[in-house]
């Protein structure tokens, strides 16, 4: 009796549910939706990775509001040569709340201090500004709610350790994904620097001395121990990636490749993708432990100031490669562990620009500044550089004008009617048109780039349809007299994508 009992329980105990899956399951998905929707938005956005009942309920129930989640372009934030303080290039919304690019999130806020933006990631960027103290720090920062906090300081590196004495250069990229998880990771990833030569003012023989083993080994190495921050943690730590594949090369190779130019990095379907010397590309699973090396596409030599931009655009991770006025993009095909660089689009843009009149004069340009607009956060905090504007360009420059949201292109051409051969041109053509074109970045959501004509307009152009347009001005007010013309250029820019969740990631 008592068996039989104690075993009809035990039948029954089998029947009860032991998972959350399980326990969602005795509840009506009606029911469950409405208890999910109760919850605040960072908190749904967590429930989400609980099970993948839940998941699915938050999903197909549009629980989550979109409009809080980085789904949109919000504007590009460049660096400029010469400016300490990252610029703001967006288009004024009726529809949407402003963002701005002011960094009075800062301890330290005037035209002295340092904020310029290192790295973002669906809606929060990695920025290096003063704190109180006027030192030097990285911060994490919400432009949208304008949340900031500190990044705590990296280890100090073990300078006894062989490794350290040459990859003394470190760059820092985010790892963030709120629709997934509220809380963000920060990887600091090595590069190799040039030794400076006996003779040159800071040079150091136990820096620059090259261990001739060392410049043999394999780069990147196997297993690669980085240091990652993480934001639910607080703290930094050791973490081994084992290399799956081939390496790029040894170091001594690597090592001539220059280190100081723009290397972004994406973070895509749960992996770090790093532009890295030598125009490799890095790509870490950041919860498996493994990396890969990914060679850059095939036919892409090294030449003089090439221009090669790694970003996220309409399904996936892709590249851009300028060199004069040829523009090359490509996507990456993943299967598996398999990769496959694929052509988007190989042509020569110039014929592009003239057949749609966008001349590279001066004043077409200053007519033509809507409706994206500079914010002139520089300019901003020095009141003295305002005085000599004139009033047409100030009222082009604000950010209070509303726009027309729609995205128009110059060409009323459509994209099944263009084609690389209706934008020929001759020399004369060419040599009456003396701009020159810079890579901002690519839009994340559509098949479109960026680019920066001669430093003074940005201009929109769809790499599928070969259409253009001209978005706006985006020289900052005064750049052209405050910069020596020789040091005018842009080092880096950064599409940015708003996130409205919360105020942030703790």
Known sequence: MDRRVEGETEAERATVPTTVADLSALLPEDVL??????????DLAASRCVCKAWLAVVDARRLLRTQLLPLWLGGIFINFNGYYISEFFARPSTSRPSVSGNHDYLPQEDADTWAEVHDHCNGLLLVEGDNEDEVLMD???NPATRWV??????????PDLEMDRFQDIYRKYLVYDPAISLHYKVFMIPFLRIPLQPGNLHYDRYM?????????????PSPFILHVFSSK???????????????????????????YEQRNAVYWRGALYVHCQTDFVMRILVSDGRYQVIKPPAGTKKSHYPQFYLGKS??????AKLRGWCLKVWILRELGDQTEWVFKHDGDILGCLLKHNISSRWHYQRQNCRPWLIQNINANYRPWLL?????????NDTMEQPVDENFDWCSDVSSDENSPSDNAYDDKEAARYPAHIDILGFHPYKEVIFLSQSLTRGLAYDFTSLKVKVLGNLCPAQYNTEVLPNEQLINSSFPYTPCWLGQGVD
């Open 233 to 259: 943690t607080g703290q930094w730590e050791e973490r081994s990636f084992a290399r799956e594949g081939e390496a790029a090369g040894i170091v001594a190779d690597i090592r001539q490749s220059y280190v």
């Open 139 to 141: 911060y994490v920062f």
């Open 149 to 158: 906090a500190p990044l705590t300081p990296p280890p100090s590196l073990n």
């Open 33 to 42: 939706a409405d208890v999910l929707r109760r919850l605040a938005p960072r």
């Open 314 to 319: 309409k399904n996936g991770v892709h590249c």
């Open 208 to 220: 620059d001395q090259l261990d001739p083993v060392f410049e043999q080994s394999e780069w990147p």
């Open 387 to 395: 005085q000599n504007i004139n009033a047409e360009h100030n009222r």
